[in-house]
């Protein structure tokens, strides 16, 4: 896991765990860090589908900022995609 700066992709945050770990649980971890370190809102954060948690996008729209990650089959039907 990568957090960057655009448009310089200067690092902020790193994570790096072992593959048979799931990814879930280290977003809102990775948020905080960012959030500590940047210290302002409005942040945008792009994520895979895993990112896409319920309770993981509610933590980022809580603070002020924006993410962007495909939702899965079960949060979004095939009508609404196509829609």
Partial sequence: MLSTLDPMGMPVATEIV??????DPLYIPAVNRVRETLK???LLYIGDCKMAALSTRAKIAKGGDYYLCPLSAKQVSHE???E
């Fill in 18 to 23: 072992a593959g048979h770990l799931a990814d």
């Fill in 80 to 82: 609404q995609l196509t």
């Fill in 40 to 42: 302002q809102s409005g």
